[in-house]
């Protein structure tokens, strides 16, 4: 129950006693209290009295200036700068150590600190969102919508300490070294995971190939093997997958046939029956989440993104395909700025959720023009160049077979498909081969003597 003030209005929730408590703990036990306030990421804002924050202010710049923190230097710091008739003078110093049974619970006071802090932040916001709907404004109810739920997502994180952060990033960091660890959630496919190692959290990956070259079975191939734990480290993952072209039935029909490798025209179903419910079996156990929506504003897809993270934890995220999506914010300023934008929002996405997000994308008909060996280049994604430069990988998939410009050197029957690493702003570029089964949609390692080429 929200307690009020003399005129009524209600007092935003804080705790004097925890404030009192975490300060009184430093001036007891300043070394390790800091320290601990540095670890939790407790800010000066966090304390709601303005005595509070002014004071807590001056303690960590004395601990980070490498000052003795006490009752006396800080009183006498605090006379030096005529800020300690502001906190209560010298008495109200002696009264936070006195009123302190012991510093052994800081962490609880910290913690209740951090979550009346919290509060407060979240009615910041929502009375923030409020204002904007009542406000005569030219944005969009979708635009309110993507930054209020982005603003809480943000605030979710708001806890974590960063000093935390870095000393887990220096460990994981060396146990990947070290070979403990894989760099990423795997491919499936020894080839693409011996260059990539992985697909790696906050990386946006762009998948392009022209159309009806496979880049949508190869991308649905890959979330089977992360979902299923069909890779070296034999762990499942869990996906998302934004399927803009086509419906969850046709997704789920196509991965049951590709598992079940029988061919999705097959006339007698009968006789494959058995195969197809052990796909099924297999995929029931699989963590996969599929949007379907058609025709999503990029701001509407990020917020969905988000309430997937948060309800599934996903590990992985897909998204069929990048021409498919629009931004309304950008319609006027014509595709190639409209596409900027879009690839803009899904890196930062991909930063936001901590994540990596593999988005298919069309390649333009360069390739298949005269001059030209058919092999794609950077050049050839569609209607921007800030899609390449966003990018932390780009794979540009072929089926030689399919080349007007290979026509003799490749069988046709050759299940051959390429994937050029063409941008690894981490690691190695080069050419992955693989075997593609059109009537499957499935892809396969190649026969290892082909090797791969850098």
């Known amino acids: 129950m929200s307690s009020a003030d003399q005129s009524g209005r209600r007092i935003p929730p804080y705790s004097e006693e925890a404030e009192r408590g975490v300060l009184g703990s430093a001036l007891i036990e300043s070394e390790r209290v800091i320290e601990l306030c540095s670890m939790t990421a407790l800010s ?41 008739d502001q906190i209560g003078g010298a008495v109200y110093l002696e009264a936070l150590i006195d009123g302190t049974p012991t510093s052994a619970h800081a962490e609880y006071y910290i913690e209740i600190v951090q979550q009346k802090h919290l509060l407060r932040s979240i009615i910041d916001e929502a009375s923030s969102t409020i204002e904007r709907c009542y ?32 000393r887990e990033a220096v460990d994981l960091t ?11 959630v795997p491919t499936g496919y020894l080839g693409l995971d011996k260059k990539l190692r992985g697909l790696h959290p906050t990386d946006m990956i762009v998948l392009a190939a022209r159309p009806s070259m496979g880049k949508t079975s190869l991308a649905m191939n890959i979330v089977e093997h992360a979902a299923l734990g069909n ?78 993270k948060r309800l599934y934890q996903i590990d992985l995220l897909v998204i069929d395909y990048l021409q498919l999506l629009h931004d309304k914010r950008r319609l006027r300023d014509g595709r190639q700025q409209e596409t900027a934008s879009i690839s803009n929002s899904i890196k930062k996405l991909a930063k936001d959720l901590k ?24 050049s050839d994604l569609r209607d921007s160049g800030a899609i390449e430069q966003d990018a932390d990988v780009v794979l540009l998939l072929q089926r030689p077979a399919f080349n007007d410009a290979h026509k003799g050197d490749v069988e046709e029957s050759d299940p051959l498909a390429i994937v050029h690493i063409a941008k690894h702003r981490n690691g190695p570029t080069g050419k992955v ?14 026969d290892t003597r082909d090797g791969d080429e850098d």
């Open 433 to 446: 081969n693989m075997n593609f089964f059109k009537e499957f949609t499935r892809f396969e390692d190649r």
């Open 44 to 84: 000066a804002d966090a304390f709601y009295l303005p005595a509070h924050r002014l004071l807590f202010k001056k303690l960590t710049e004395m601990h980070q200036a490498a000052k003795a923190v006490d009752l006396l230097t800080v009183g006498e710091e605090l006379k030096q700068s005529g800020l300690l």
């Open 231 to 308: 890779n070296s480290e034999r762990k499942c993952y869990s996906v998302g997958v934004f399927s803009l072209e086509m419906s969850q039935e046709q997704l789920v029909r196509r991965m049951l046939f590709c598992k079940a490798r029988v061919p999705a025209w097959q006339d007698s179903i009968s006789a494959v029956h058995g195969r197809l419910v052990s796909a099924a079996d297999q995929l029931n156990k699989a963590r996969i989440v599929v949007d379907d929506s058609a025709g999503l504003d990029v701001m509407d897809l990020c917020s969905r993104a988000r309430r997937m």
């Open 355 to 378: 994540i990596p997000v593999l988005i298919l994308s069309q390649l333009s008909r360069a390739p298949e023009q005269g001059g030209r060996d058919g092999s794609p280049r950077l």
């Open 135 to 166: 406000t005569e404004t030219d944005e969009a109810a979708e635009t309110i919508l993507n930054r209020t739920e982005s603003a809480f997502f943000d605030l979710s994180g708001q806890q974590v300490s960063t000093t935390e952060n870095w």
């Open 174 to 184: 060396m146990a990947k070294i070290d070979g403990k660890q894989a760099y990423g």
